[in-house]
């Protein structure tokens, strides 16, 4: 069956940096984009940014744009977020997700990050 | 580009049904078929439920079902059960630089 585990999140200062990981198992990780999509404590869900199968194609929400990097190492089945210069409104749970066409058809648990100082 | 407008409550008794309407302008929902739905109970992750507008996943029960009618999409629950309770989110993929945006979201409660 299909997993996403995220992993990554804690508390981080403004200012800082943090990488989140998604292992994917039960599915061809290499034949799928993958995304990241966030939800801040209380509200609704923001996407964050994706990436193609190949990570050839790669996009991103206008509110991270130069400061995330997503990548994807598909020898390893995973998909990173690397998170730098990071601002109090970035406190979100982050949900990797498997992205089944023109929809997020599987999401992981999430990971909780918090910037605070 | 803005995000799709969805009312913030909607609320049915057991057995009734209820809409969800999820609105965006010509450009967005009114120019393509890629809305999506997801239900988010509480404190668990968002799950799959209509995409392409109309389409249920497998596993997904025939009481729910999607629709589009100009620049508006909706969300219908049938026989509404107790477990169905939770938040619900409309989502589209446009062809845009920043290619998805969610609805802000809907809370279902149950009476």
């Known amino acids: 069956q299909v997993q996403l585990v995220e992993s990554g999140g804690g508390l981080v200062k403004p200012g800082g940096s943090l990488r989140l990981s998604c292992a994917a198992s039960g599915f061809t990780f290499s034949d799928y984009y993958m995304s990241w999509i966030r939800q801040a404590p209380g509200k609704g869900l923001e996407w964050v940014s994706y990436?193609?199968?190949?990570?050839?194609?790669?996009y991103y929400a206008d509110s991270v744009k130069g400061r995330f990097t997503i990548s994807r190492d598909n020898a390893k089945n995973s998909l990173y977020l690397q998170m730098n210069s990071l601002r109090a409104e970035d406190t979100a749970v982050y949900y990797c997700a498997r992205e089944g066409g023109y929809d997020s058809d599987y999401w992981g648990q999430g990971t909780l990050v918090t910037v605070s100082s | 580009q803005s995000a799709l407008t969805q009312p913030p409550s909607v609320s049915g008794s057991p057995g009734q049904s209820v809409t969800i309407s999820c609105t965006g302008t010509?450009?967005?929902?009114?120019?393509?078929?890629?809305v999506s739905w997801y239900q988010q109970p509480p404190g668990t992750a968002p799950k799959l439920m209509i995409y392409?507008?109309?389409n249920r996943p497998s596993g997904v029960p025939d009481r729910f079902s999607g629709s589009k009618s100009g620049n508006t999409a909706s969300l219908t629950i049938s026989g509404l059960q107790a477990e169905d309770e939770a938040d619900y989110y409309c989502?589209?993929?446009?062809?845009?630089?920043?290619?998805?945006?969610f609805g802000g979201g809907t809370k279902l409660t149950v009476l």
């Open positions: 990436i193609s199968s190949s990570g050839s194609t790669i």
């Open positions: 989502s589209l993929y446009t062809s845009s630089s920043t290619p998805v945006v």
């Open positions: 010509s450009s967005d929902v009114g120019s393509y078929n890629r």
């Open positions: 392409e507008v109309s």
